[in-house]
């Protein structure tokens, strides 16, 4: 309902030859907009990439992250995650990698809500083209 605890963010990525700080403000500005305006929540894709974001997400609250995108993605998702530490960390200590964890761990979790087509690892991680499971 895009309320609560549950609430996603979408992010659409810019041109990579843009103002990264000035795109960052841009889009920083867009998801207030949108929690303050009450904008419905974007309609179901044929499909969703999501690269390099779930092993930043609080771990309380990937589940909700993931139904979400169970919802957005209708036929096809393509999701690459991190399984190493980030060289980066958050202001408050943490590593900006919140959940480091292997593929063995994401594996199930994906595996609940899609039907695996393309597992492959990667120097830092791995990436998975999933569908969305028959209707039976």
């Given at each position: 309902d895009g309320e609560g605890s549950g609430a996603r963010a979408e992010l659409?990525?810019?041109?990579?030859?843009c103002?990264?700080?000035?795109?960052?403000?841009?889009?920083?500005?867009a998801g207030l907009e949108g929690i303050e305006k009450g904008y419905d929540l974007p309609e179901?894709?044929?499909?969703?990439a999501c690269i390099d974001v779930l092993e930043h997400i609080e771990p309380e609250l990937l589940?909700?992250?993931?139904?979400d995108l169970k919802?957005?993605?209708?036929?096809?998702?393509?999701f690459s995650v991190a399984t190493e530490p980030?060289?980066?960390?958050?202001?408050?200590?943490?590593?900006?990698?919140?959940i480091v964890k292997p593929a063995a761990w994401w594996l199930p979790?994906?595996?609940e809500r899609w039907d695996m087509h393309?597992?492959?690892?990667?120097?830092?991680?791995?990436?998975?083209v999933v569908m969305a499971k028959e209707v039976q």
């Open positions: 659409r990525c810019p041109d990579p030859a103002n990264p700080y000035l795109a960052i403000a841009g889009m920083l500005q179901p894709m044929e499909m969703v589940d909700n992250v993931l139904d919802r957005c993605a209708m036929s096809v998702g393509v980030a060289k980066k960390v958050l202001d408050d200590g943490r590593n900006a990698h919140l979790q994906i595996m393309v597992f492959q690892k990667t120097p830092d991680g791995f990436f998975v």
